[in-house]
């Protein structure tokens, strides 16, 4: 099974949904706060886990759907911010949404609806398939 494919997909959610949180302010993202802190091995190097964490983010940027000045070792990326794609995707509504929402002002129905917070529920839930799927939403063009 592919498990590193989903730890792809959870630590993706979680960093866009930090730096949704911060825009437009540009942030340093740590590593360790996505998926906990992991000892290097013996010769001080980065856990596997932890090189793929930041392998996500380095990704991401490629594709255009974030930038950044610098990597901080394999610890963090430095002056990280979304780009508009990703910002866009993140504010979009997602469909279909929860029937307790359909008689709810326009703002509240935008906010509760929007793919990032249904990503915040998903993972509060820790219901990974809905991560996954939410995901796989958020790379279709």
């Known amino acids: 099974?592919?498990?590193?494919?989903?730890?792809?997909?959870?630590?993706?959610?979680?960093?866009?949904?930090?730096?949704?949180?911060?825009?437009?302010?540009?942030?340093?993202?740590?590593?360790?706060?996505?998926?906990?802190?992991?000892?290097?091995?013996?010769?001080?190097?980065?856990?596997?886990?932890q090189q793929r964490c930041l392998s996500t983010f380095v990704w991401l940027a490629e594709e255009g759907y974030l930038r950044y000045q610098s990597t901080i070792r394999f610890e963090a990326l430095d002056q990280i911010q979304l780009c508009e794609k990703a910002f866009l995707r993140l504010s979009n509504s997602v469909t279909p949404l929860p029937s307790s929402l359909t008689h709810t002002p326009p703002s509240v129905y935008r906010a509760h609806g929007s793919l990032a917070n249904q990503l915040r529920e998903a993972l509060a839930a820790e219901h990974s398939e809905r991560v996954i799927a939410l995901m796989q939403l958020f790379f279709q063009p």
């Open 1 to 49: 099974m592919d498990l590193h494919i989903d730890d792809f997909y959870k630590d993706a959610a979680k960093g866009l949904l930090l730096l949704y949180q911060a825009f437009p302010n540009k942030s340093t993202l740590y590593m360790d706060d996505l998926i906990g802190y992991t000892t290097p091995d013996e010769f001080g190097l980065p856990s596997d886990r």
